[in-house]
């Protein structure tokens, strides 16, 4: 079956540690994003990708990296520059002219910091 | 950013009942998507429902349906025959030009 996969489901961070959260779809869509989630609130948009090698910042940037080298694939990276780290990290796609389809949500990493 | 409010932190309903969920959110384009989505205990993010800002006709998912005023900017969700299985957390979504942005959310509750 198509979708998402989110790796770890948990993760655990040392403070000044860098953590990479994996993010890979099989749906053959175009764009990617990154959301981080704290309690009780909604969605916040970090990075997302529109097309291979191309990303754009989000409203929430500072403090995370992103790549995009292969369309399946879109990495996120915790840097230690985020002060904050801990909270729900959620992956989603959708397909480029398909927009009002909707997008494909990953099942989460949750980050804690130790 | 776009800006998506939901003014409604939580509601309850009584199974069986109907529910009105409230979403406003603000755009100077003419074009866009609204979705509602839903996130369970699970925290898995599930499409409920979506529109079309083109499209007049107000969009329905079997018991779930929408009130989309377009010129109030305004996109509520309507649930009807409420379940047990309805209680969640609630998110409105805006979406153009890929980008897509979340309201705050409003947590459903079902009392039996």
């Known amino acids: 079956d198509g979708g998402i996969t989110q790796s770890p489901k948990y993760l655990f961070r040392k403070e000044g540690q860098n953590v990479t959260l994996s993010c890979e779809q099989n749906?053959?869509?175009?764009?990617m994003y990154w959301y981080r989630q704290d309690p009780g609130q909604g969605l916040r948009l970090i990075y997302y990708?529109?097309?291979?090698?191309?990303?754009q910042k989000g409203d929430i940037a500072e403090g995370y990296s992103v790549s995009r080298e292969k369309k399946e694939s879109f990495p996120l990276t915790v840097t230690s520059a985020q002060k904050n780290p801990t909270a729900f990290y959620l992956c989603?796609?959708?397909?480029?002219?398909?927009?009002?389809?909707?997008?494909?949500f990953g099942s989460g990493t949750r980050l804690t910091v130790v | 950013a776009q800006t998506v409010t939901q003014s409604q932190p939580e509601m309850s309903v009584q199974e069986a009942e109907t529910v009105t969920l409230s979403c406003t959110y603000d755009t100077s384009e003419s074009d866009y998507y609204l979705f509602w989505y839903k996130q369970p205990p699970s925290r898995q993010m599930i499409l409920v429902i979506r529109q079309e800002a083109y499209k007049q006709q107000n969009a329905t998912e079997n018991r779930f349906s929408v009130n989309f005023q377009k010129a109030a900017k305004s996109f509520s969700l309507k649930i009807s025959d409420s379940q047990l299985g309805d209680a969640a957390m609630y998110f409105c979504a805006y979406s153009n030009d890929y980008k897509l942005s979340f309201g705050a959310g409003t947590t459903v509750t079902v009392r039996a």
């Open positions: 989603a796609s959708t397909s480029v002219g398909r927009e009002g389809g909707g997008y494909t």
């Open positions: 749906l053959n869509h175009d764009a």
């Open positions: 990708s529109q097309i291979v090698n191309d990303f």
